[in-house]
Each structure stands twice: as C-alpha cells, then as structure tokens.
C-alpha cells in the first residue's frame, strides 16, 4: 500500500483553475520531485498537501488514513486540518526562522507545544507520561538532528548570524523534529546563491539514504536526476509528464517537457 495516495486534487483562486485532477501515489522511502515553470501549480499543490491551503475537490490519503476527502467535507473537517498538517513538514523557500529564537529553540518549539497538548490530552507524547521526561527526548532528538545537518556547533546562534545555506539547514532540521510521515521541500535553494547551494542539496541527499519519503519541488534538474526516484513535469495546473528520471528527463514525450528541459544544458542550470 502506498504511504500517500493524492486523488483528482482541484484548486481555484477565484476564477482562476490552479490545480486540475491533480493525482499520484508515493511509497515510503521514495523521493518525489516536481518540475515545471513559474505558475505551473508546483507550491500551490504543496500547500494543497499541507494544508496550508484547502483543496476545492479530490482526497488525500496517507498511511491508509484518509485525511481529506472533498466530496464529504464540512466545517467540523476544517478544524481539524491542523493536526492532520503533522503528517507533513514543510520546508519553505525563504526559511521562516523564528529570529527572537536560537537555532535550538526553532528545532524544539513545535514539538514542545505539541508535547503539552498531547500530554494533556492523551497522557503520553513520544512515550513519555509527563512534560519533564518528553522535553529531554525532544532536546535528545534535536541535538541528533542538528549533527544530521552538520550544525551541532550553531546550536545557540540566532538565525541573523547564519549564512542561507546553514538557515534552510536548520529549517529541514525543524520540519524533521515532528517526524513528519511526508517531508516536503518548496524550491529549498531558490533563495540561495549558487556557492551555497550545494551544502542543502548535500543535506537532502542524505536523507534520501535514511529512508524518508520526500517531494521536492525544485528548479535543479541536475539535482532531480539524480536523486528522484520519480518525476513530475508539471504545466499549467496539469500533470503533464510522470515517470522515472531517465523517461522523464532522459527521454521525454511531451512537447511541453522537451520544451521545459530544453532550457537546461546537460541538465544544469
């Protein structure tokens, strides 16, 4: 059974169709990436997936729960979106660092919050029956997390004193503190320059290697041929293209992807 199962998604912003029958499954461990031009639907239908934005139409199913169903949606369902946005961590274009926090603090603030609800309400939170035990493992995770993304030494900086690259590694480390079911990434070097690019890059590829299920909408061909294990060309809110790297970027059949990739030299920049 596939871990996410996306079914005739539909997004409109007013008259606007932004999102078409949107579908695909993803299994655990493989990563997903996203191509396609400005405006092709790319971030909307992350949001989609998100919950940051709600769909008009279409169900999005993970680990066999159906979270969201438009066809039997109602008030009740909308409020509980942000519980159901826990199966999925965001990494955003621009970082979204909390600055008043330490880069310990930005990592630990969701799960510490979360803790007190969870304890308040079901008694336990990540096998812990009180705040005080649930707060070590969540700072033990933490520290574990910043040595995955090579940042151990930057745990009391504020985010004003990083470079880009160390932020947006700090904001994947965040996303992954609620071990998020689906880790997505929003064209994660797109605020970056080129130099420091690749240390992000790096940061994904490796958690390719320890089994999370990704999708990662990216403008880095090069980037998505070599780790994705699929590829979605995306063109005017529409699937247009879909398969393995070596189909999809090898040997594409749509006019719209050979058009898309054309731009690309040995598929670079």
Do not use: W
């Not at 009391?156 to 990083?162: F, G, H």
């Not at 990216?218 to 529409?238: K, Q, Y």
């Amino acid at each position: 059974m596939p871990l996410l199962e996306v079914e005739n998604i539909r997004k409109s912003f007013g008259g606007t169709q932004v999102l078409t029958d949107i579908g695909f499954s993803l299994n655990k461990g493989e990563v997903l990436a996203i191509i396609g031009s400005s405006g092709s639907g790319k971030t909307t239908l992350l949001r989609c997936l998100n919950f940051l934005e709600t769909p008009d139409e279409g169900r999005i199913t993970v680990n066999g729960e159906l979270l969201f169903d438009g066809r039997t949606r109602s008030k009740k369902d909308d409020l509980k979106l942000r519980e159901k946005r826990l199966h999925f961590g965001l990494v955003f274009q621009s970082f979204n660092l909390f600055p008043q926090y330490t880069v310990f603090e930005n990592i630990t603030l969701a799960p510490k919050l979360l803790a007190k609800e969870e304890i308040k309400a079901n008694g336990s939170y990540l096998g812990a029956d009180n705040y005080k035990d649930a707060v070590d493992a969540i700072d033990k995770k933490a520290s574990e997390l910043l040595e995955k993304v090579g940042l151990v030494s930057k745990a009391d900086e504020y985010p004003c004193n990083l470079s880009g690259g160390q932020q947006q590694r700090v904001a994947i480390a965040r996303a992954l503190a609620l071990s998020p079911d689906v880790l997505c990434f929003d064209e994660p070097t797109s605020a970056l320059d080129p130099e420091l690019t690749g240390e992000v890059l790096n940061v994904i590829k490796s958690l390719k290697s320890s089994d999370s299920t990704m999708i990662v909408v990216t403008h880095e061909i090069g980037f998505a041929n070599e780790v994705a294990d699929r590829i979605i060309f995306m063109d005017n809110g529409l699937i247009e293209e879909e398969g393995p790297p070596e189909q999809v970027i090898g040997n594409p059949q749509s006019p719209r992807t050979k058009e898309f990739l054309s731009r690309f030299n040995q598929f670079g920049d």
